[in-house]
């Protein structure tokens, strides 16, 4: 499986739909019942702020490794960070999946499709509201009532408000694991690196402080750094 899953992180574009097709049909080979309390259950941020959605068909890539990993009675959703992210209408697709093999891999290759769309027309929003996003990402992962709780930021971490939102909340992340992905440098950390570093550790120390687990994944042509 590790195997195919590998090939799915370095097809190439004109290849990739049939090496995901062929992924999903050997990933759902058994019908199992599923249970919640051995679930898991992933929220992936997709940052939309200005030239960041350049990052987007790398963060497409993730988004099908982790399809390729699911198993029945998983849930996935995949949602925007946008100038207020605290919205279930900034979710781009979610799913939970079938016990049937054939039902499964369909909602599978349906949650695929909705991702691509959503990539082939985003438009970048003017702000970053990263902690909302997390917010909506806990309540819907806390309703799924999975037993493993993975929120995913595909971001540079840079959150920017609109005036009158206010974001100064703690996070109740137990039993949560926070991972944040592809964190790009800005022009300015160039000038002042520490500005980068100071990034990570602010939302390292709010992650930690509300009881979860915080992890840094910038290299993404390792499938193994995204285990869960």
Not at 8 to 30: D, E, H, Q, Y
Request: glycine share 8%; hydrophobic share 40%.
């Amino acid at each position: 499986m590790r195997r195919h899953i590998s090939a799915i992180m370095s097809a190439k574009p004109w290849g990739f739909r049939a090496c995901l097709l062929t992924v999903f049909l050997l990933a759902g080979c058994s019908e199992s019942s599923p249970d919640a309390r051995y679930a898991k259950g992933i929220y992936l941020l997709l940052d939309t702020s200005g030239t960041y959605t350049q990052e987007l068909a790398k963060a497409q890539q993730v988004i099908n490794y982790l399809l390729a990993t699911l198993e029945a009675g998983d849930a996935f959703a995949v949602a925007r960070i946008d100038s207020g992210s605290f919205s279930e209408k900034d979710i781009i697709a979610k799913v939970v999946l079938d016990g049937r093999p054939s039902t499964a891999n369909k909602q599978k290759r349906d949650f695929a499709r909705q991702i691509d769309t959503f990539v082939k027309q985003v438009k970048s929003s003017a702000y970053t509201d990263i902690s909302g996003g997390i917010l909506q990402g806990v309540e819907y992962l806390n309703e799924a009532k999975v037993g493993r709780r993975t929120i995913m930021i595909y971001s540079d971490l840079k959150e920017d408000l609109p005036t009158g939102y206010v974001r100064d909340f703690d996070l109740t992340l137990d039993g949560f694991t926070v991972k944040a992905l592809n964190v790009t440098k800005l022009r300015a950390d160039n000038q002042n690196p520490q500005a980068y570093l100071n990034r990570l550790s602010q939302w390292s120390d709010k992650v930690v402080s509300g009881g979860g687990n915080w992890q840094v994944i910038n290299d993404l042509d390792k499938p193994e750094a995204l285990t869960l």
